[in-house]
């Protein structure tokens, strides 16, 4: 009994021993896996960034000069919002907000839409989703440039009731096989533009913008 006792005993030691090194392994690898996420998330924001606005359409240092704006459940983004704006001889000249489109067809879809001063998209980037390969993955530039139709839009130019995917009466493609994801990043798109005019008056003042700016030409390079 004693024998038993003793082997039970180193039994139960050496599966201790074991559990706390496969628990600090699996820790150490999640720890290490989510800081190269994080990584690479943010790599591909900056890029985006710059796919927005190309270095030669601004002289400010884009990834710092950055404002917070109001809180809005418009952009499904929790907390006041951070931006980044571009300025021409210290005169901002545009900013670019996150944006969560929460009804993709695998959930979130994560934009960066840069709006010019006047309200007009200048550009639209999805940085990270989850949308069916071969299919709603299409809002990815490397896919297609699906995305560019929201190039030059704005309320002005595009009433409400148009702000749609064509097949449900808009003005914007689809996806044969998958109308859900453009639907949603429409949507979000839209309700940028909206966040934007209704809050106008206080995204100028924080941006350092005149609350009625004149219209202003990019430098060459700007798309």
Known sequence: MAALAQ???RSAIGLGIFAIITGGSIAVTQALTQEKIQEQA????????????????????????????????????QGPVQVWVARDQGKPIGFIMPVIAPEGY????????????????IGVRVTRHKETPGLGDRIETKKSDWVTEFNGRSLDNTPPPQWKVKKNGGVFDQFTGATITPRAVVKSVQSALVYFRQNRKEILSRLGASERP????MRRGQS
């Open 7 to 9: 082997s039970i005993r």
């Open 42 to 77: 943010a790599r591909a924001e900056a890029s985006a960034l710059f796919e927005i606005f190309p270095e030669s359409g601004h002289d400010n240092d884009l990834l710092r000069d950055t404002v917070q704006l109001p809180a809005s459940e418009r952009l499904a983004t």
């Open 106 to 121: 695998s959930g979130d879809i994560h934009l960066l839409v840069g709006l010019d001063v006047e309200g007009k998209v």
């Open 214 to 217: 004149v219209g202003h030409s």
